[in-house]
């Protein structure tokens, strides 16, 4: 069972930074499929951004641009860069990895973006 463990949240000004990491219990370099998605005040959870073991990654329309996804397999860890915060990308931030469809999410952090 791997257990995933994010970080880096926070409360930032809008046009601002922070770098999101998610650190597996156990080697996450076999996870084929590893991915951010938040989740706002009522509303559902939407994808943010994913990479592959592979290296290939895609974002959503609402990040492009502002956000990048990177993985450190000798650091046992996947990172989120956030650049040019909006308040619309207040949320809940999980990370999220799927091993040959055994599912694995992280609690979350909790990213605000106001002045």
């Known amino acids: 069972q791997v257990q995933l463990v994010e970080s880096g949240g926070g409360l930032v000004q809008p046009g601002g930074s922070l770098r999101l990491s998610c650190v597996g219990s156990?080697?996450?370099?076999?996870?084929?499929?590893m991915a951010w998605f938040r989740q706002a005040p009522g509303k559902e959870r939407e994808l943010v951004a994913f990479i592959t073991t592979g290296g290939d990654t895609n974002y959503a329309d609402s990040v492009k641009g502002r956000f990048a996804i990177s993985r450190d397999r000798d650091k046992n860890t996947m990172s989120l860069q956030m650049n040019s915060l909006k308040p619309e990308d207040t949320a809940v931030y999980y990370c999220?990895?799927?091993?040959?469809?055994?599912?694995?999410w992280g609690k979350g952090t909790l990213v605000t973006v106001s002045s």
């Open positions: 156990v080697s996450i370099r076999s996870i084929n499929f």
């Open positions: 999220h990895g799927n091993k040959y469809g055994m599912i694995y």
